[in-house]
């Protein structure tokens, strides 16, 4: 499954809103399987989104026929677009579906990690990070997925309240951090908190 992740500043942001609703046409699309996002808490006017498609070839095939038509209406509504793919690796926790309809917060944390400590920091996600957070209740599902430089990783986790999120972070973020020796993996980490909005989920 191809992850995609798209960022960018919003400068219009009604416009954008109509626009992104016209993303309904995705539906018909050969392989597409779930888009959702929304606004992030911590950088005024940032809009994150994240897209699922089966394969890399079927992403393709719709950015060559399908994508321009969909995407003219937001031209002028945003600045500073970045747009990241990733292919999954595993689910952080079990049953990963990519449906947004149950949540309420999305967290993304975006790492680059040393190329020596890749194998590492994987297992390190798979046998601390993953069933910490599967542990948590208001945890509903997530996805841990690696870019084809192979030393860039993207971890998304679906929450279904505020609070659930918030207990998680105070009470166990920094000890699991020192178990899985984070420090010594990772180059560079940026993450960000997205309250979902949901006329926005296809």
């Not at 046409?25 to 779930?34: Q, T, W």
């Not at 911590?42 to 994150?48: A, F, K």
């Not at 003219?72 to 449906?99: I, N, S």
């Amino acid at each position: 499954m191809l992850v995609k992740w798209m960022r960018c500043t919003v400068v219009d942001r009604p416009g954008f809103a109509r626009a992104q609703r016209k993303w309904a046409g995705l539906l018909g699309e050969p392989g597409f399987r779930g888009q959702g996002g929304g606004w992030s808490r911590s950088r005024e006017g940032v809009v994150h989104l994240f897209g699922f498609w089966e394969s890399r070839a079927f992403y393709d095939s719709f950015m060559a026929r399908s994508h321009d038509r969909l995407h003219a209406a937001q031209l002028g509504t945003y600045k500073e677009m970045q747009v990241r793919l990733f292919e999954y690796r595993f689910d952080v926790k079990t049953g990963f579906r990519p449906v947004f309809t149950d949540a309420d917060l999305l967290r993304v944390a975006h790492c680059r990690v040393r190329p020596e400590r890749i194998d590492h920091y994987t297992l390190m996600q798979e046998k601390i990070w993953n069933p910490a957070m599967a542990g948590s209740p208001g945890m509903l599902r997530g996805v841990f997925a690696q870019a084809h430089t192979e030393d860039e990783f993207l971890v998304l986790s679906m929450w279904d309240s505020t609070a659930e999120y918030g207990k998680y972070r105070v009470e166990r973020v920094e000890r699991l951090a020192l178990r899985a020796q984070t420090g010594a993996d990772i180059l560079h980490v940026t993450g960000d908190v997205i309250d979902l909005e949901p006329s926005w989920t296809v």
